[in-house]
Structures are given as structure tokens and as C-alpha cells.
């Protein structure tokens, strides 16, 4: 060997024992999500939490565009996005990453007080994949209706502690709407009885927590996605003649925050949207003015549930500092606890929930949630999401009947993959 | 108008008015913009509206710039990709059009018939290859990511540019230059170069305006709000979090729209020959 | 090789080192994703799912004429076309004129005229989002309250009858200027000896016009003709800022489901079918556009 071979080699030696005692010293968890989850989670104030008890861990944030992560995941299943943390729209979206062995699995923290057993059952059974939980919830949400107490009162909807009577089904909800809904002298609704979010976004949530109020499940005898029920249509029915009748505000054809504006500005009684708006409008139009309602037979027959997720990909340079994280800090009381207070969002533990019981707002959540279902996981939800909401706004706007609308989305998701998967 | 003689007052009065009328109408919702941006949250949601601010407060433009983090990223992404691809489409086009419009060489056909085919085809057809090349060499997400295709996509209509440019330059000039010495690169840099600002401007102005507005390549090659540009980053302030928040939506729009409106106005001229020149792109 | 070859290879090569850059950056980023987008338009290729992509022939191509979101969205996009194309060559001549006569202010008439040039579509988008808003807009403000029309209110973008114009509109809005600047080359470029000639002969303004600007603004026209259709083949910027395709199906054009397909249902081939489809079409049209307003030789 050369004089200079071996400088070389002595060199390169030290550079790797440098690097190596770098590594050690300095641990970087990049955190990756939609850029609204910043506003709305401390995250910062968690990461701070985390780095008291893990000296020397530091923390890199990447915020994705919201309702643009689609072009974060492809780049994702391709095995080239490094993140050690990622938080996305639904599991049902993970699923494809699952299937390519690009997810870690997190049953090896799933321990003592983690233990499968103490998270709510059906946040958790939707971020597990062939038996194994490979998300964990956040921003776990249950479809349900949300209404102002003050305005019912006036429309003498109330009982005797001044709490709206759930109608008993949706031909007592239609009376309801139209007691609420106010027009004036040249007919024009003023205020609408009811709003729904039938953005893309809430589409599928919106029409399948109707049909599992109605029907207690959202399959048809073949067990398929339900499109063909006496149900179905009537739930469709009832929208359409609200839109028609000026009883329902169509906001949520333009803008996927129209409901919660027109909920806020005063300009509707009841939202059909998730249980956390309860709160969030609240701190707007005052709580004592909000109560959950829920859907016509959802108490018996449940709703539909959804859940952000918390993943950690196989190329995470960090995954058990990333479970760790994950489980002591954004599934820490505090953390829970502020998310509920402020924006009503729900975590995934069982024991953050129980805390609140004497809420009677968290009470009715806690209920829901535990009779709620997620939708399947398939290879083409988005597709069969795109057709649905393209479809059902078509008959909002009058183009067709209820019966033709399911009949073409029938046609329409006939070619689709829509095989539940894991 | 020419075609109406000069002499009548009235309908040159007539034509003054018609100009203020249809010029308020075109900018009427810039102006709304700014109108909204000076009133607070209470008012611009008010019932009924007021168009006039009540009050004109500063408060949506300071949320703009302490407690918008994104809003100078999104600005300086933009800047970096209007540069770079600057940088790289005049140099590139120059040289390409000096070579196209003053020599004679095997191959030049087919080049010159290849630049005229893509001016023809729409960008769209580009974005998903250019989608999977970018994500194997790891280009989605950076500026880089954009620089390059921009450049691409805007180097055959400036390649033509150019190469009229030089060919309308007497070939007295260039010959005396190679009497006096210099080689083909010096001829070009020193000589022909200087002769073809008129022809560099109008790419430069028509690249800068298509960089600067493009909203497909940006929203699909960029996700992460790091990397995001003006045209794809605010549009995305309207959702979820955000809802609300239209003061600061108006403000952050007043605020983009001022520099490139000050810029406009004092190159009007040469936007107007950078638009006439680039009008050949569909 | 003797001497003189070797200098006339030499001279061959000048002209490509010069070339070279420019032609690696076609070949890289134009050439090479063009052919490799014809071969993904002929292979079935889920993004996330399918591990490369795999050849199915016509099959993209064939399925989008019984897809009915496909067909609907041609019909919108040719709705589109059909509705902006004369609005928009009207409008732009009609301001060219305006803009092309000797009156005071013109400086600041043109500059605030063509301003929207620069103003970003997508930008556009968001202003007239909030203008065209139901209950906060200021356009049905006005409508109710300035004029006094309430019944012409509108739920602009959500209103299945409306939403397509409201898009029509900012595309005007936005794209009149460049129109403008095309025709006012042209007035530009009629020579002045017309009108002096017309003026000796007595000849009043709107003969003028009918009888020697329009017939000299023949080139103009298939310019800007072809401009604006393709501007209209292409609309996407505002439509996923404001509507996202919807009401239902209303505004979903070409080009949005195109990308729908490739980036949001992650299949690649039938997005890329799509976009070949639309480019065949615009080449198509400008092709015939080009021949109908050909100016007549000599």
C-alpha cells in the first residue's frame, strides 16, 4: 500500500467514526402533513415536551398542500419520500402503501397502557391491515348532526331544558327543517333549515352515515356498497326535495367550508357534517348554542366513522423515536384534551374520552363512536368518491331523479375495483 | 379611432368615457380586493355589504407578513423559478438561434420541424411523463424540479424568437468580425448578441410571464407548502384551517399582485412585443 | 481525411456545440417524456398499485367513449369554447379600436386594460371566487342593492346553469388583453394611405370600418381566432381554483379530468389517453381554423 492509499484510508476511517458519532448525537425526526394540521395541533409544543425527555432529538417539519397530498404520496409509494413521521387524509388511502411494504406496524408499542384494548375500537380496526395496526387515529371523526339549540328553541323544537328533541326519523327531521327555515317576503331562504357537506371531501361520509342510520349497515344483500336500497332512496329523496324546497343549503357544491361558514354566520340550523364542528362553531356562535343530534336512527342502527392517521414509513431513518413520539406526545392527555377543547377533535385512546363523560356533548361522541363504522379500504375509493359526488350533486341541482342517480352510479362503479382490501 | 375623423369632439368625448367606463370595469375586482383587504374580519363578512371600508385597518396586511410564514416561501419560489428558468432559456436560446439562424448544417431541418411540432402540442401532454422522470431523479418537490421543465417547455418558441433575430442581421457585420479575428463564440457573444436585445427582451418577457402565472406543473411537480408557488400557494389559503380568514387571503393577493403590477406598467412596451412575439404558442 | 474534410466537419460541428445545449434540454425534458407518453397512453398503469406499466393496446382510447364523466367533460369543454370564442374575439377587437384611437389618457387606458395579462388565472380565480360568492359576493350585492335587481341574484358558481359562464368570464377577464395586443398589431400594419384615400372619396368612420379595417385584419382574426380556442381547449387554472369541476359534473372540463385521472384516481394511462385526445383536438381545429381564414395570395 501507498503512503497515500493509507492516508486515504486513515482519512475515510475517521470521516465514518465522525459521521457515526454524529448520527448518535444528533437524531432529526421529519414530520410531514397537510399544512392546516400546523394551525390546528401543537405540534410544536409537543415536540418541545418530547425533546425534555429525549435530550438531543431534533425536529424537521414539512407541510404538504392541503387536500393536495395525493402528489406527496405517489411520490411516497415509490419509496422516495423520506419521512419518519406521516400524517394523511384516511387510512383507507394507506392501504396501498401496506401493500407495497412501505408501512411500519406499530404492534410492538401497542402495549400496557397502549394496549389494543384501551383505543376506541373502530378508529383502531380502520388503521389495521391484515390483522396488524399500521396507523394510529387522529383526527378521529363521527358523522352525526350538529344543531343550534337557540334557533330550535324558537321553532319550539326543544324540551324542557331547552335541548333539541332528536326527530325520530327522516320524515320527522323533514318538519323539522321546515319549522327552521326562514324565507322572506319574495320567497328567498334567509335561513336554511339544514346544511350537508357534500364536498368531495365528505361525500361518501355524509351519504353512507345516512344509510347506516337508516339500514344498520352500509352493504346491500350482495354486500356491496350500497346503491340500490328503498333507503338510499329515500335518503337521496330527502336531500332533493330539501335542496328543491329551500330547506337545505347547497354551499358545500362550491366550497368544502360552506356548511361550517353557513353554520357560523348564522345562515343554518343544523350541519350534517362530523361531531367536531360541535365545538369549533361554538367558539363562534357561543357553546351553550350547539348540541349533537344525532341522524335519524343512527342511536340504534350507528353511523359512519373516519380517522386521519399517523403513519411511519420504511424509510424512516428514526421509527422507534417516531413510535415514541407518536404514542408520549400526540396521544398525551394534554395533547387530547387541547384538540377537544379547541377544535373537537378526538384521539384515538379510550381513556381521553372517559375523562370527559360529564360533558353531555362527549357523552353522546363517546356513543356514536362506539356504533360507528369505517368504509372499506379498495384500490379505487377515489374513483368511486369523484363519481358519487358528481352524481349526487347532479340531482341536487335537479338534473335527475334519486332512482337515476343510483342507477348511474351503479353503471359507473360496475368496471371499478371496489374489493375490500385487508 | 382612425377610421373616425379626428375633428368630431363629441365622440372623442364619447371615447374618453367609454375608456374610464371599461377600464374600471377591468380592474373593478382588483380594486375589491384592496378595498377588502382594509377592512377587518366583522365588516367583510357584513350583512348588508359595504363596499367603501368602514374603517381602513392594517390589520390583515401585519397577519400577512408576522403570521403567514408561507406567504414570502411561496414569493421567493416563485422569484427562484422566474429566474432560473431566465437563466437558463436566454443563454440556451441565443445560442440555439444563432446556430439556427446563421448556419447551414445536417440536422437543422429536422430540428426546426421538431421546435415547430411542440409548439403545437399542449403542455398537458407533458405533465405525466415529466412526473414519473422527475420522481426517478428524485426533482419533484424542489425548484429544480420546475426550473427544468419551464425551461424546457419555453425554449422552442424563444429558440424561434432568436432565431429570426439573428437571421435579420446583415451579414456584412458577422463576416468583418471573422476578417478581424474573432472565433465563431466571440462573433456571436460580442458581435451578434448585442444586435438581438429587442429579440432577448420579448423572450424574456413572454418566459417571465408564463413562469410567473403557471398554475399545472407548479400544483402537480410541488407538494409540500415549503416549495409551493404564488399561483399554487394562495389558492391553497382558501381551505380547511383558513376559513374566515379573507382579510388576510386579500391582503396576501394586494401583496402579489403589486410588484408585477408596477412592472407591468413601466414595461408595458415591452410586455405588448413580448405577448406579439409569443402569441405563436397556442 | 484529408484537410479540407476535416475543416467541413469542423464547420458542421460550429453550429451543433451551439446547438447542443438547447437540443439535450428538448431531448431530455420534451422529446423522451413525449414518446414515453404515448407508450403509457397504451398501457394500463395504476401509479401506486401497478409495479410498471403494462401494455393494453387501444384500450385507454377506447374506453373513454363509454366513460360518461369523459363525455360530459368534452361537452363542457366544447360548451366552453363555443361561449368564450366570440366574447372574446368581439371583446378584444372592440377594445383594440378603442385603444387604437388618438384620444386622451390612452397610456393609462391601455395600461389598466391589459394589466389582467399578469395577473396570475389561478390568482383571478380566488378574487372572483369571493366576487361571485352567494351571500358575501359583491356582484349579487350590487345586483340587489345598487340596482335594484334581486331577482337576478344568483349562487353564481354553484348554480349548474351558471357556473360554466362564471368561468367564462374570468377566462375573459383574464385572456381579452393578449387578444387586444394581437389585433392592435394588426391596425398597426394598415397602411394610412387607406383611410387618406377614403377620406378624399368622403368616406364616413363606420364604412371605414366595414370596408378597410375589417378586411385588413384578416390575419389578425385567424391569429387570435386560434389563440383563444386553444386558450379555450385548455381552460383548467380557474376551474380547479373555483369549482373543481363541480356542481355535480357542470364545469368538469378536459383538462381537469385529465389530471383527475393521473393524479387523483393514480391512473396514468387513461389520464395520458386524455391529454393526447385534447391535443389531437386543438391541433385539429387550429389546423382548420388556419386554412378557412387563409389571406387570400398576391
Known amino acids: 500500500m501507498s503512503r497515500r492509499a493509507r492516508v486515504v484510508v486513515a482519512l475515510s476511517v475517521l470521516l465514518m467514526m465522525l459521521s457515526s458519532l454524529g448520527a448518535v448525537s444528533a437524531q432529526t425526526l421529519k414530520v410531514t402533513a397537510e399544512a392546516w394540521y400546523y394551525n390546528k395541533y401543537k405540534l410544536e409544543e409537543a415536540a418541545a415536551r418530547f425533546q425534555e425527555d429525549h435530550p438531543g432529538v431534533e425536529f424537521e417539519w414539512s407541510k404538504a398542500g392541503d387536500f393536495e397530498v395525493a402528489p406527496l404520496m405517489l411520490a411516497w409509494s415509490r419509496d422516495r419520500y423520506v419521512a419518519d413521521i406521516a400524517i394523511v387524509a384516511s387510512p383507507s388511502e394507506a392501504v396501498a402503501f401496506q401493500a407495497r411494504g412501505l408501512l411500519h406496524d406499530f404492534e410492538d408499542v401497542l402495549v400496557g397502557k397502549y394496549a389494543k384494548e384501551n383505543w376506541l375500537e373502530g378508529f383502531l380496526e380502520q388503521c389495521t391491515m391484515d390483522g396488524k395496526v399500521y396507523a394510529i387515529p387522529t383526527d378521529a371523526e363521527v358523522m352525526t348532526l350538529v344543531g343550534r339549540r337557540d334557533f330550535a328553541a324558537e321553532a319550539g323544537l326543544t324540551d324542557a331544558d331547552g335541548y333539541i328533541i332528536p326527530p325520530k326519523d327522516f320524515d320527522e327531521l323533514y318538519e323539522y327543517l321546515q319549522k327552521l327555515t326562514v324565507k322572506d317576503e319574495t320567497g328567498r331562504t334567509v335561513r336554511y333549515g339544514m346544511t350537508v357537506n357534500w364536498s368531495p371531501e365528505y361525500m361518501c361520509y355524509a351519504y353512507f352515515s345516512g344509510i347506516q342510520a337508516m339500514r344498520g349497515t352500509i352493504y346491500d344483500d350482495e354486500g356491496n356498497l350500497d346503491f340500490s336500497s328503498p333507503e338510499a332512496v329515500e335518503l337521496l329523496r330527502f336531500w332533493q326535495r330539501g335542496v328543491d324546497e329551500g330547506l337545505i343549503s347547497t354551499s358545500s357544491l362550491v366550497e368544502h367550508s360552506g356548511p361550517r361558514n353557513d353554520m357560523q354566520s348564522g345562515l343554518a340550523c343544523i350541519l350534517w357534517e362530523d361531531h367536531a364542528r360541535v365545538i369549533e362553531i361554538g367558539h363562534v356562535v357561543g357553546p351553550e348554542n350547539m348540541q349533537i343530534v344525532p341522524i335519524p336512527g343512527s342511536e340504534e342502527n350507528g353511523t359512519v366513522s373516519y380517522t386521519m392517521s399517523l403513519m411511519i414509513p420504511t424509510s424512516a431513518e428514526h421509527p422507534e423515536l417516531a413510535k415514541q413520539f407518536v404514542l408520549e406526545q400526540l396521544n398525551a392527555e394534554w395533547f387530547a384534551h387541547d384538540l377537544m377543547d379547541r377544535w373537537g377533535k378526538l384521539l384515538g385512546l379510550k381513556e381521553h374520552v372517559e375523562a370527559k363523560m360529564d360533558d353531555p356533548i362527549w357523552k353522546t361522541v363517546f356513543q356514536l363512536a362506539d356504533n360507528s363504522v369505517g368504509l372499506p379500504k379498495t384500490v379505487d375509493h377515489a374513483k368511486m368518491v369523484d363519481i358519487m359526488t358528481a352524481e349526487i350533486h347532479n340531482m341536487l341541482k335537479m338534473q335527475q331523479t334519486p332512482e337515476e342517480t343510483l342507477a348511474r352510479i351503479r353503471e359507473q362503479i360496475a368496471p371499478l375495483n371496489l374489493e375490500p382490501l385487508g | 379611432m382612425r377610421y373616425l375623423s379626428s375633428n368630431q369632439k363629441l365622440p372623442r368625448a364619447l371615447l374618453f368615457l367609454l375608456g374610464v367606463l371599461v377600464s374600471l370595469i377591468v380592474l373593478s375586482p382588483i380594486i375589491w380586493i384592496i378595498l377588502t383587504s382594509f377592512k377587518d374580519t366583522k365588516e367583510i363578512y357584513a350583512v348588508p355589504l359595504t363596499v367603501w371600508p368602514r374603517k381602513f385597518v392594517w390589520t390583515n396586511y401585519l397577519t400577512v407578513i408576522n403570521g403567514l410564514p408561507e406567504f414570502p416561501i411561496y414569493f421567493v419560489n416563485t422569484v427562484k423559478a422566474t429566474l432560473g428558468t431566465l437563466l437558463l432559456v436566454l443563454p440556451l436560446s441565443a445560442a440555439a438561434g444563432y446556430a439556427m439562424g446563421r448556419y447551414d448544417f445536417p440536422g437543422k431541418t429536422a430540428v426546426n420541424a421538431f421546435i415547430i411540432a411542440v409548439l403545437a402540442i399542449p403542455y398537458l401532454v407533458f405533465l405525466v411523463p415529466i412526473y414519473i422522470m422527475e420522481d426517478i431523479l428524485g426533482l419533484l418537490d424542489t425548484n429544480l424540479g420546475l426550473i427544468l421543465p419551464y425551461t424546457a417547455l419555453n425554449l422552442p418558441l424563444a429558440i424561434l424568437i432568436m432565431q429570426n433575430s439573428y437571421r435579420e442581421i446583415p451579414s456584412e457585420l458577422e463576416d468583418s468580425a471573422r476578417i478581424d479575428g474573432a472565433n465563431a463564440f466571440q462573433t456571436w457573444l460580442l458581435v451578434m448578441t448585442p444586435l438581438v436585445i429587442t429579440g432577448l427582451a420579448a423572450v424574456a418577457i413572454f418566459t417571465f410571464v408564463a413562469v410567473w402565472e403557471e398554475y399545472m406543473f407548479a400544483r402537480t411537480l410541488m407538494f409540500s407548502t415549503s416549495a409551493h408557488t404564488l399561483s399554487v400557494g394562495l389558492p391553497s389559503l382558501q381551505v380547511e384551517s383558513k376559513t374566515w380568514a379573507y382579510g388576510t387571503l386579500s391582503a396576501a393577493l394586494a401583496l402579489s399582485l403589486l410588484p408585477i403590477s408596477v412592472v407591468f406598467v413601466v414595461l408595458r412596451k415591452y410586455f405588448i412585443e413580448g405577448v406579439l412575439r409569443g402569441s405563436v404558442k397556442g | ?298
Do not use: C
Open chain 3, 1 to 298: 481525411m484529408t484537410r479540407s474534410k476535416a475543416r467541413q466537419t469542423k464547420k458542421a460541428l460550429v453550429p451543433w456545440l451551439f446547438l447542443l445545449p438547447a437540443v439535450v434540454f428538448l431531448a431530455t425534458f420534451l422529446l423522451y417524456p413525449l414518446l414515453s407518453a404515448l407508450r403509457i397512453s397504451f398501457s394500463e398503469y395504476n401509479f401506486v398499485y401497478s409495479e410498471k406499466p403494462v401494455f393494453n393496446g387501444l384500450t385507454n382510447y377506447i374506453e373513454l367513449f363509454q366513460d360518461r364523466h369523459f363525455m360530459i367533460s368534452l361537452k363542457n369543454t366544447a360548451y366552453y369554447t363555443v361561449v368564450f370564442f366570440p366574447l372574446f374575439i368581439l371583446l378584444a377587437l372592440f377594445l383594440a379600436l378603442l385603444l387604437n384611437s388618438k384620444i386622451r389618457g390612452i397610456n393609462a387606458f391601455q395600461a389598466a386594460i391589459l394589466l389582467p395579462i399578469v395577473v396570475p388565472l389561478s390568482l383571478a380565480g380566488v378574487m372572483f371566487t369571493w366576487i361571485f360568492s352567494q351571500d358575501f359576493g359583491i356582484l349579487n350585492h350590487i345586483l340587489a342593492n345598487v340596482l335594484h335587481l334581486p331577482h337576478l341574484q344568483r349562487f353564481w358558481l354553484g348554480d349548474v346553469e351558471t357556473a360554466m359562464n362564471a368561468l367564462i368570464a374570468v377566462g375573459l377577464w383574464k385572456y381579452t388583453g393578449f387578444g387586444i395586443i394581437l389585433f392592435l398589431a394588426g391596425l398597426k400594419a394598415i397602411p394610412v394611405e387607406l383611410y387618406e384615400a377614403a377620406k378624399v372619396d368622403g368616406v364616413n368612420g363606420w364604412q371605414n370600418l366595414i370596408y378597410i379595417t375589417l378586411p385588413n385584419l384578416k390575419g389578425s382574426f385567424s391569429l387570435v381566432g386560434i389563440w383563444g380556442i386553444i386558450q379555450a381547449i385548455k381552460v383548467y387554472d380557474q376551474v380547479v381554483v373555483m369549482t373543481n369541476g363541480g356542481p355535480g359534473t357542470a364545469t368538469s372540463v378536459l383538462y381537469l379530468y385529465a389530471w383527475k385521472n393521473a393524479f387523483t384516481f393514480f391512473n396514468m394511462g387513461k389520464g395520458q389517453a386524455i391529454a393526447f385526445f385534447t391535443a389531437v383536438l386543438a391541433i385539429v381545429i387550429s389546423i382548420v381554423f388556419q386554412v378557412l381564414l387563409r389571406p387570400e395570395k398576391g
